[in-house]
């Protein structure tokens, strides 16, 4: 019989004695010659967690058991594999469908009967219960912490620096918080992120300041001395469940500031411009030395409207010089870009990216496989060969990385008929049908401004650095 063999540890259980990779690989090897079992391979999650299947080596195993590779996956402990009766019962039904059978190495599993199948969902059962039980008691002691005005994990925000577990103010950073509550009674999210890109600060983490970073400033209680605890979940979706409690940490701002911030958006909400869709390039136009999106927008003039776009990187965020970009020469730039000279090369250089790294994983499967032989055929010690295996199977994960983050090629005809197309049209196109035009067939386009006209004899000199299409 076949036998494939599943191992997993995840990081906090590393130094746990039993549960190493080598621990368990060498148990169930003993166990398979025991039962006169061939291990068809190793299937190995080094530093994963059960809590689903989205691991890297589960996923190749459940590949060959739809293959129908071996008859039998075998494990070391039955919370190895899974942890979730959900997804117990979806593995059973694959085992089931492809007639492969399962053991576990330590308990005495029996997948063949239905008794040993309730017998199997019942264990699940009760480690998904304990699991959640104690995910329970960590949660409640958490909520203790906040009530009793202990800051319960997480980074200082900005502002404050962690020191022995305590929140202390950090005075440089602090005068900036105060200017962002005061500069609030006045100004948008916008203005203020625009004031402290201008001043040189940057945010905890050393990026730029953006709308969110400051909403998310005003919006926490800790500066006027508050904890909130249990306000979002992971995902980031509120719970409508916060614990605020008075903190033990010196406040920054007076309760009075906050509310009166707080009160400020209220009144505020709903007032936000909506403009429409009047502007071609809107959404795929971005600036070539800030990576920021271009806005459109247009002036009034003696002859009608001056139509332009502005890097909000400039206009906002104070963090680029780019120049206006004149809708007239984009268009004539983009339309000149079409069909774009450098499309067929970058896709054919992908094409030939993806075969070559294709031609790598082929070489490094049947690499692997020839360790197998290796070892089956006793030339090759059961330490070696774990290393030896370990190595390419690295190597193979970092090549189907590079292979999954390059986009597929496209046919490049396809591509340079629809853009001919646009190009003929384009003259009879209104604004709308222009912008859906553009949509149709551009990702994103970067641009640069080389020369900016000095009065309206002369154009702008405007140049596309990159045309990604669809």
């Known amino acids: ?42 299937y190995i999650d080094d530093g994963y967690s059960a809590k689903n299947l989205n691991r890297p080596d589960m996923n190749r195993m459940i590949k060959d058991i739809r293959e129908r590779k071996f008859d039998v996956v075998l494990v070391y402990r039955l919370d190895r594999m899974v942890r979730s009766v959900s997804d117990l019962h979806e593995l059973l039904e694959l085992f089931d469908s492809n007639n492969v059978k399962f053991k576990s190495a330590t308990e005495m599993f029996d997948t063949t009967s239905a008794m040993g199948r309730f017998f199997i969902t019942l264990v699940a059962a009760m480690a998904q219960w304990e699991r959640e039980n104690l995910a329970e008691r960590v949660h409640m002691g958490m909520r203790r912490m906040v009530e009793e005005s202990k800051r319960p994990g997480a980074s200082a925000p900005f502002g404050y620096d962690l020191i022995n577990g305590e929140l202390v103010i950090n005075e440089e950073e602090a005068k900036w918080v105060k200017k962002i509550f005061e500069g609030f009674l006045s100004k948008g999210r916008t203005a203020i992120a625009a004031m402290l890109n201008d001043a040189g600060v940057k945010t905890k983490k050393g990026n730029y ?41 010196e406040p920054i701002i007076s309760k ?8 400020i958006q209220r009144d505020r909400a709903g007032r ?23 806005v459109g927008a247009k002036r009034k003039r003696n002859y009608g409207y001056n139509r ?32 774009a000279p450098k499309q067929p090369v970058i896709l054919e250089q992908e094409s030939k990216d993806m075969e ?72 009879h196109l209104d604004y ?16 640069d401004v080389l020369y900016t006209a000095k009065h309206r004899a002369e154009k702008s000199v405007i140049e596309i650095t990159e045309f990604k299409a669809k």
């Open 1 to 42: 019989m076949r036998a494939s063999i599943y191992v997993r540890v995840s990081t906090e259980e590393q130094a746990k004695e039993g549960y190493s990779i080598s621990a368990q690989i060498q148990r169930l090897e003993d166990f398979a010659r025991s039962q006169d079992w061939v291990v068809f391979d190793h």
């Open 209 to 249: 300041w953006n709308d969110s970073v400051v909403t998310f400033i005003v919006n926490n209680p800790v500066y006027c001395g508050v904890i909130r605890w249990n306000h979002r979940k992971v995902s980031g979706k509120k719970t409508n469940e916060s614990i605020l409690v008075e903190g033990n940490h």
């Open 256 to 263: 009075e500031l906050y509310e009166q911030v707080q009160q």
């Open 272 to 294: 936000g411009y909506k403009g429409n869709s009047e502007y071609p390039f809107s959404g795929v136009l971005r600036c070539a030395r800030c990576g920021k999106v271009l």
């Open 308 to 339: 332009f776009y502005r890097c909000v990187g400039r206009t906002q965020f104070k963090i680029c010089d780019l120049p206006m970009v004149s809708e007239e020469v984009l268009e004539d730039v983009f339309l000149n870009h079409l069909p």
């Open 356 to 427: 070559q790294l294709e031609k790598e994983l082929i070489k490094i499967n049947k690499k692997i496989e020839r360790i197998k032989e290796l070892y089956l055929e006793g030339e090759l010690e059961r330490k070696d060969y774990n290393i030896k295996v370990a190595t390419e199977r690295e190597k193979a994960k970092g090549i189907q990385f590079q292979l999954d983050n390059i986009e597929k090629p496209v046919n490049v005809n396809e591509v340079m008929e629809m853009l001919n197309e646009v190009k003929t049209v384009w003259p």
């Open 432 to 447: 709308t049908e222009k912008k859906a035009a553009i949509n149709s067939i551009v990702q994103e386009i970067k641009v």
